[in-house]
């Protein structure tokens, strides 16, 4: 069977696809004259104003370059020395920051094993357990992702359910939130929706993630407390997270929560991975039998289907020893590009 052409927007991951329109116009928009450094500009205090307005309080928020910079800042403000971090042995920051955590903060991991990459209560009670023995860090935080590397989400009652049993062990709760408006657009797709499992769920700090949703670079971070976040403002410079164009990440971010767009962004790569699960979970040996809770996908594909489809229209691996990938969409992907990387699907596993 002959091959169709090869979908222009791949499928590897969210973080192929450009910026949409309107952060452009944004970043056009704060291009025009002098500003202030540091954060001192008037687009950076309208963003950090929006993020109030998004949560419906005063709010402590900072901006820094990207993902890891942004769980470092926020961790960084939560911990002190002799502390560990409690998390998924799915979580970004202990399988893909190359260890800038462990390294930069000085602080131990205890990655716990998690099948879907969901700590649970208990998870955090046997943690607790290493408290008040002077020959082991002291588990002080708590790292969640929402939504997880698996694809998988908690909901607002399992979030707090976290949160009430770490700050009941004497722990503070971060949430690294890469993928937050593909998270928002799943659980009810409002601000209400958002703030049901961050804030009013007892979320101490939130990585607010915009990379993977529209915008061009820069991360926010998010304190539900300002007082936890006074700290961080010189920990930020400490770690290399302070920009100094400010301006151009917050215009980004101003461009992101007007209209919520954050969501609708994250709805459409949700829908699209939705799509391309109705058009290919038909093969069985795909292995696709529940549709994604977001936007990615996690197939088998033998070798030489496998090979043949990345050379095609590329996309990563996940676990070798299984055959697995993930196909993962972006804001931008269209149903036909769904319809026709789907052809070339069933084109290499008919042949």
């Avoid at 926020?74 to 560990?84: F, G, M, V, W």
């Avoid at 006074?230 to 929560?257: C, D, F, G």
């Amino acid at each position: 069977m002959s091959m169709p052409l090869a979908p222009e927007r791949w499928f590897a991951s969210d973080n192929v696809a450009g910026a949409h329109p309107l952060v452009m116009d944004a970043l056009t928009r704060a291009n025009a004259g002098h500003a202030l450094a540091y954060g001192l500009d008037p687009t950076t205090k309208r963003a950090e104003a929006a993020f109030n307005n998004l949560f419906g309080r005063d709010v402590r928020t900072l901006f820094v370059y990207g993902g890891t910079g942004a769980n470092i800042v926020a961790l960084a403000s939560l911990l002190q020395p002799a502390e560990a971090v409690v998390c998924s042995n799915w979580a970004h920051i202990s399988v893909d920051e190359t260890g800038a955590p462990e390294k930069i903060l000085g602080a131990k991991l205890i990655d716990l094993p998690c099948v879907d990459a969901k700590l649970t209560p208990d998870h955090l009670r046997d943690a607790a357990r290493a408290r008040g023995n002077p020959h082991h860090a002291q588990p002080a935080v708590v790292s969640i992702t929402q939504p997880t590397e698996l694809g998988t989400l908690y909901s607002p009652a399992e979030v707090r359910a976290l949160c009430d049993t770490a700050h009941e062990l004497g722990m503070l709760v971060h949430m690294d939130g890469a993928r937050i408006g593909n998270a928002t657009a799943a659980l009810g797709g409002t601000r209400a929706a958002l703030r049901s499992f961050t804030v009013e769920a007892g979320v101490d700090v939130l990585s607010f993630g915009g990379t993977k949703a529209g915008i061009v670079f820069g991360e926010a971070v998010v304190w539900f407390d300002p007082r936890r976040g006074q700290r961080a403002e010189y920990l930020r410079k400490n770690v290399t997270q302070l920009h100094s164009k400010m301006r151009y990440i917050s215009a980004q971010y101003e461009a992101l929560l007007h209209d919520d767009l954050f969501i609708s962004l994250g709805r459409s790569a949700n829908t699209a991975a939705h799509s391309l699960f109705a058009a290919t979970h038909h093969h069985p040996v795909l292995g696709l039998t529940t549709p994604p809770a977001v936007n990615s996908l996690f197939p088998t594909l033998p070798t030489p289907a496998r090979q043949r489809l990345q050379e095609w229209s590329f996309f990563w691996d996940w676990d070798v020893s299984t055959h697995q990938v993930r196909w993962m969409t972006a804001w931008d992907v269209s149903e036909e590009d769904v319809a026709r990387f789907a052809a070339g699907v069933g084109s290499v596993l008919g042949s």
